[in-house]
């Protein structure tokens, strides 16, 4: 007896066991539209998971550290991406993961991978990876982008605690004063209509306040968030806008100084991670003027780079800009004489880190207290404002 292959077998004895193969089968040829437009709406799905992707510090801070950790065990980039997704890092940057690895697969780089995603990689860590493929160091300069990371996480948790309870004290004597004006003021105008007293100078202004805000209060609330859209779309399209406020905000009594100091740290640190990868100085300056967010600043930058490719030293084109102080310029002098840039600018970036550290704390010393201070003398005003007439009211009836 000859046995017989089960490719030999018709297809109605081979699939007798499945009773709904040609139900199946009918629908999928009565509907040849479904297999082809399934790609599609996968792909919108998969992009549209990625659009509204929001891909935080502390994430790019474990994505830069795990990478690191895995390239330098040895296992190859894809397989270090695919442990991410599987069992490293949270479930929802799974859709960038994927899409990463697959234009690795289509024979792109990590660096070209990430370039199509500007919205989660900007264009400092897009040259960063770059080169470090270029130069085979991606391990190491990973490192110094996760570093980069912590320093600004770590200033930003500071900053956060030095201001939460400074915040929350304004917007309780906000909602008290906004309580004392809406509720208690017109009934206090009642009663002096009764008593038919005079009315001291600082109840007056109190009512003056109380009256514009109970009769135009939508008229306010519009100038307010009017003002505040105005002067938000002309910084977000405006670069005039933007310059003159960037510029203006330096300029104020303690907080301008403060973001003085963080964008100088910044700069130096940034400027000094590029120059460790191996970028130009003129490469690191287009750069690093779309990585500080601030119009002056950038604006600085060109101009320095300008001067540079026309010629003249690196600390020589700094001194032209108002912004970078004498310490910085001598700083720079000091390590261009000395060729050690690298070790200069890392010192200017330690320096104004522990300024940013001091003021921070000074700030925090200062601000509760003065805070304090200021709520107290409102409470104590509108309590005088409001008692004063009912106590001379009071004085003038005959018992």
């Given at each position: ?90 479930q929802r940057l799974a859709p960038l993961l994927n899409v990463l690895m697959r234009s690795l697969d289509n024979g792109q780089s990590l660096s070209q991978a990430c370039a199509c995603h500007h919205k989660h990689f900007d264009a400092t860590f897009v040259a960063l990876i770059a080169i470090a493929e270029r130069t085979g160091r991606l391990p190491e300069i990973l490192a110094d982008i996760e570093s980069s990371f912590r320093w600004q996480r770590d200033l930003s948790t500071t900053l956060q605690k030095t201001l939460f309870y400074p ?233």
């Amino acid at each position: 007896m000859i046995p017989i292959k089960a490719s030999e077998i018709p297809a109605q004895h081979n699939d007798k066991h499945k009773p709904y193969h040609h139900y199946h089968q009918a629908k999928a040829r009565s509907l040849p539209c479904v297999d082809r437009l399934a790609p599609i709406f996968s792909r919108q799905r998969r992009w549209r998971c990625l659009n509204w992707l929001r891909v935080t510090r502390h994430d790019k801070i474990a994505l830069c550290f795990y990478l690191q950790q895995l390239l330098v065990a040895g296992i190859s980039l894809r397989e270090c991406l695919l442990m991410l997704r599987d069992y490293l890092l949270p479930q929802r940057l799974a859709p960038l993961l994927n899409v990463l690895m697959r234009s690795l697969d289509n024979g792109q780089s990590l660096s070209q991978a990430c370039a199509c995603h500007h919205k989660h990689f900007d264009a400092t860590f897009v040259a960063l990876i770059a080169i470090a493929e270029r130069t085979g160091r991606l391990p190491e300069i990973l490192a110094d982008i996760e570093s980069s990371f912590r320093w600004q996480r770590d200033l930003s948790t500071t900053l956060q605690k030095t201001l939460f309870y400074p915040l929350l004290l304004a917007l309780s004597l906000f909602v008290l004063f906004g309580g004392f004006l809406v509720y208690l003021i017109p009934q206090l105008l009642s009663l002096l209509q009764q008593l038919a007293c005079a009315i001291p100078t600082s109840t007056q202004y109190l009512l003056s306040i109380a009256n514009i805000i109970h009769h135009y209060y939508g008229v306010v609330l519009l100038s307010v968030v009017g003002a505040y859209l105005a002067g938000f779309i002309g910084y977000r399209h405006s670069q005039r806008c933007r310059y003159y406020c960037d510029r203006w905000g330096l300029q104020l009594p303690f907080i301008g100084r403060f973001w003085h100091h963080y964008l100088l740290a910044r700069w130096a640190r940034y400027f000094a991670l590029l120059y460790r990868a191996g970028i130009s100085v003129l490469d690191s300056l287009h750069l690093l003027r779309g990585l500080m967010g601030h119009a002056a600043l950038a604006q600085a930058l060109a101009e320095s780079a300008q001067y540079i490719s026309h010629g003249q030293s690196i600390s020589h084109s700094f001194s032209h800009s108002p912004l970078f102080p004498p310490l910085v310029i001598r700083l720079l002098h000091l390590g261009e004489m000395g060729a050690c840039l690298e070790t200069t600018l890392n010192r200017i970036h330690q320096y104004y880190q522990q300024e940013l550290i001091t003021r921070s704390q000074t700030l925090h010393r200062l601000l509760q207290p003065l805070l304090l201070l200021f709520l107290g003398g409102v409470l104590a005003y509108t309590i005088v404002a409001i008692f004063e007439p009912i106590y001379f009211s009071l004085g003038q009836v005959n018992i």
